[in-house]
């Protein structure tokens, strides 16, 4: 078996891991969001160094049996509302007003679409309809439109919007220069929810030309280095496919959901029945949750605060991350969610930045020694960041600048551990598992504060998103309304997603035979969503009156994925300390052994206060918990 490469592409730094059989290897680099394809070709190239001592990107993609990324770019450009200015036309029985219903709705129509929207009669006939469809589209590219949605609503949207396609491919050919691309509903997604399916293709509309436009020239950049096969886009339903196989939309906070991939493998691993995760970047937190060995899901995921007809992972994005501003607002110290990412970053990085945060706090505690930050590869200066804790929250609220370190500490962990509690009900039974970069710094007081007494630090948490893309396969999910609850309309449904599936997949490379699987009912009935699995019987007995059906395939084929080794208990021994380390804790100074994570053998076990690090993490072990390895290198902290 060749390599496996898997990148997640952050809004601040880009992390790969390279699984070369038992090894893993991981490396990070800054991302570079003015292109992409710079930070994704520059991971790649560091990484080579690493596995081969010299820079030998071709020998690396020459070796390597599949590519897997993601990226949160898509999250970011929706967040930042920087994408296309879209032109909309509603037939049919929709209306702007139905994408204005309440204020929040209206504002982010607002700002998506604005006044370019215009509403083409489909009840007109001949030579009338062509008219009024050419009258549409050049009112909305007067208006500035550079790419439109058509979204018909009404049980006829497939045929209608088929047929204002058919027009205005003839009036205006998609091969000549300036022509504006258009996009219809029904290519997106089959849901009998108009409003619905037209919020999933503005999305998707607006998502698409930066994501396409960069996908695209990072494949041919591995095809000019000899890369083996496809670039693997992982999609936020926690599988991969191809570029030309993936919409946009499906790229949407696919970050996440790599490290909820990451977090239920573990999950099921160590027979955790809660698991709850917590990622900690430079600019959010990211909550999930697995339950016996299953993703917290929403059959009806949610965008911007929006419903849209694709399953989504329930992960929630909290502004508090290790580059989040730390300033003081009516005499209360406030905690994000502004971050200055990865330029400036923390004041502590020289980069021009000079307001404070949490990276800055934990440097003047001592927690972070400049010689080690970041594998060494990034120097720190101390002196940056007392000036800005001393400017923005020392001599605002009259502190020494050990008060000011530790009130940040104190709001940046409340923060953490509030959004826990406000996420899932903490049980006895309930694990967290802290990654990121920022996941483990004091994820005891987080723990702590949020009432929880187990934590896992995965191996590999500073780079976890990463690694957990690995788990993923190739696959595709269909979806189409039943019309009718009978057998016959049931099995027809059936034949039809099969047919696309197996073109799907046959697209991908792979023949029917390879792949696995599985059919499901999707129940809808006063805003409660359902799923049963369908067998080769019929219809299930019993189903609610008034509900509407649809019928999801999934097809997968596995690929070559990571394997968990490693067990806790195995063994037991001293964990080895070579040196202190003076930390602020509970607002004094004191000495802490210095435990370095790669040093440790299986079952090394110590308790606080300590320091754990390795090159991309540093946890401070509280006193009263207790750490012990895994002989696979995770690290499971226990209250004692």
Known sequence: MGMLINIDNGGTLTDICVVDGANVHRVKTLTTPHDLSRCFIDGLVKASRVLYGKEDLTSLLLTTDHIRYSSTQGTNALVERKGPRLGIIFSGSLAAANFRASPHDAELFDVLVGKRFAQLDANLAGNLFEVAAVKTINQLASAGASRIVVIHGGAERTQQEQRIRSVLLRKFPQHLLGAVPILYSHEVVEDENDVRRGWTTIFNAFLHPAMEHFLYNAEHKLRTFKAKNPLLIFRNDGESARVAKTIAIKTYSSGPRGGMEGAKAIAVHYSFQHLLSMD????????????????????????????????????????????????????????????????????????????????????????????????????????????????????????????????????????????????????????????????????????????????????????????????????????????????????????????????????????????????????????????????????????????????????????????????????????????????????????????QAEEQGSGAAAQGLAVLEEAYYTCRIDPGWRFEFSDSGDILLTRV
């Open 280 to 595: 900690i970047g430079g600019t959010t937190t990211d909550i999930g949750e697995v339950k016996n060995g299953a993703v917290r899901t929403h059959l009806r995921g949610h965008v911007e605060g929006v419903e849209v007809s694709f399953p989504l992972a329930d992960v929630v994005s909290v502004g508090v991350g290790g580059s989040s501003i730390i300033k003081v607002q009516d005499g209360q110290i406030a905690v994000g969610p502004q971050s200055v990412g990865s330029a400036p970053g923390p004041a502590c990085f020289g980069l021009g930045g000079t307001q404070a945060t949490i990276t800055d706090a934990f440097l003047l505690s001592g927690l972070l020694d400049p010689a080690s930050y970041f594998g060494g590869e990034m120097k720190i200066d101390p002196e940056r960041a007392a000036a800005a804790v001393a400017k923005n929250v020392a001599e605002p609220l009259k502190l020494t600048q050990e008060a000011a370190v530790a009130a940040m500490e104190q709001a940046w962990v409340r923060k953490v551990a509030e959004s826990l509690k406000e996420f899932t009900r903490i049980t006895p039974e309930t694990t967290l598992a802290a990654f990121g970069g920022a996941g483990p710094f004091v994820v005891c007081a987080v723990a702590e504060a949020a009432g929880i007494t187990r934590v896992l630090i995965p191996g590999l948490a500073a780079v976890f998103s990463a690694f957990g893309v690995g788990f993923s396969d190739i696959g595709h999910r269909y979806e189409l309304p039943l019309q009718t609850a009978t057998n016959q309309a049931l099995q027809a449904c059936i034949a039809e997603l099969q047919q696309r599936a197996q073109r799907g997949m046959f697209a991908e490379g792979f023949e029917w035979q390879e792949c696995v699987v599985e059919k499901t009912l999707q129940i809808s009935l006063a805003g409660n969503d359902s799923t049963l699995p369908l067998g080769n019987g019929g219809l299930p007995a019993n189903l609610p009156v008034g509900a509407q059906l649809s019928v999801a395939l999934s097809v997968t084929r596995p690929i070559a994925r990571p394997e968990l080794h490693g067990h806790f208990g195995a063994k037991s021994s001293p964990a080895a300390s070579k040196k202190q380390r003076r930390i602020l804790h509970a607002g004094k100074f004191a000495e802490a052994p210095l435990y």
